[in-house]
């Protein structure tokens, strides 16, 4: 009698989430810790409450403030479900891009253990970044996790990279107060009520492990906008710059120039030479200025 014996080879095709991916990939967010951006980190602790499975030794508070080291040992860990409060002096401020960063000590671009982010003016009341999980399954010890599955939460990224987070998604222009509150693995939902699956079960260091957070509102230097013409032709004013394409401009306008600057136009680049005709009628003694948008 023969034994026939079928061997079935099942290919499986990892399709990438629709959210940026990890730090070693094109299109990521991640932050790298020297990133010219920074202008400073936390400078002290309001609380912390530790969660289940976490050892003494993981429990340095001091690990979280100043700068990440990025490596596996100079954290402090939250444990599951447990949470940290961090001040932050200057405030971070709501400017153009991301205005802050969570860094987490994270071994491999998949090993990716999450917190919620809130923020706070006062340190009382906070206010969560929304969030998205598309992780369908549960996520063993040492499992698998895609950054691009993950929207809104903090550890998307390898250690030494940080997750980004901008206060307009809040509509706040300032936070004093950041809190991470660990994710538990196949517990904890997202914002859409659905279940968040991160690397269960952990012990010893449990659950999210923070080596730092950065403010990203240093000013970096502009770019120059090279002005071709600025004339009076009848009742209008006509200013033409030389651009660059897909690049987006603001046309602004003041009093005295000692007045905060009024946005009138705000316009995505189409030709190498842009220009625009403002109507004097209505405007008394008037300055104007163009200047690029970071992207």
């Known amino acids: 009698m023969k034994t026939l014996i079928y061997y079935f080879l099942l290919i499986v095709t990892l399709q990438a989430g629709p959210y940026a991916p990890a730090a070693n990939q094109e299109g ?3 932050v790298e ?3 010219e951006r920074v202008s400073h980190w936390a400078s002290r602790i309001l609380s912390y409450t530790p969660g289940e499975e976490v050892d003494a030794m993981w429990q340095n508070t001091s ?3 100043g700068e990440a080291q990025g490596n596996a040992f100079q954290v402090v860990s939250l444990g599951r479900g447990g949470e940290i409060v961090l001040e ?6 709501d400017r153009a891009g991301d205005d802050f960063a969570v860094f987490e000590n994270s071994f491999a671009h998949t090993f990716l253990e999450f917190a919620f982010v809130e923020v706070s003016v006062d340190g009382i ?3 969560r970044f929304t969030n998205d999980s598309l992780t369908q399954m549960p996520v063993g010890e040492f499992g698998r996790v895609e ?3 993950v929207s809104g939460l903090a550890g998307k990224y390898l250690g030494g990279f940080g997750t980004p987070f901008n206060l307009a998604d809040l509509n706040m222009t300032t936070a004093r107060f950041v809190k991470l509150i660990d994710v538990i693995g196949g517990v904890s939902l997202d914002s859409s009520g659905d279940v968040i699956y991160d690397p269960w079960p952990t012990a010893g260091s449990a659950g999210f492990d923070l080596d730092g957070i950065a403010v990203l509102n240093r000013d970096l230097p502009r770019k120059r906008v090279e002005i071709l013409s600025a ?4 009742d209008d004013y006509t200013l033409a710059w030389r651009a660059e394409i897909d690049r987006e401009y ?7 120039l000692k007045q905060a600057w009024t946005e009138l136009e705000r316009r995505k680049a189409t030709e190498e030479e842009e220009d625009i005709k403002i109507a004097l009628s209505g405007h008394s003694l008037r300055f104007f200025r163009v200047r690029s948008v970071e992207p």
């Open 88 to 93: 932050f002096d200057p405030p971070i401020q």
């Open 63 to 65: 690990e979280a403030l």
């Open 231 to 234: 004339e009076i032709q009848g």
């Open 33 to 35: 810790r020297a990133d």
């Open 250 to 256: 603001v046309i602004e306008t003041s009093s005295d």
């Open 125 to 127: 009341n906070f206010e």
């Open 147 to 149: 950054a691009s599955d």
């Open 28 to 30: 990521t967010r991640a």
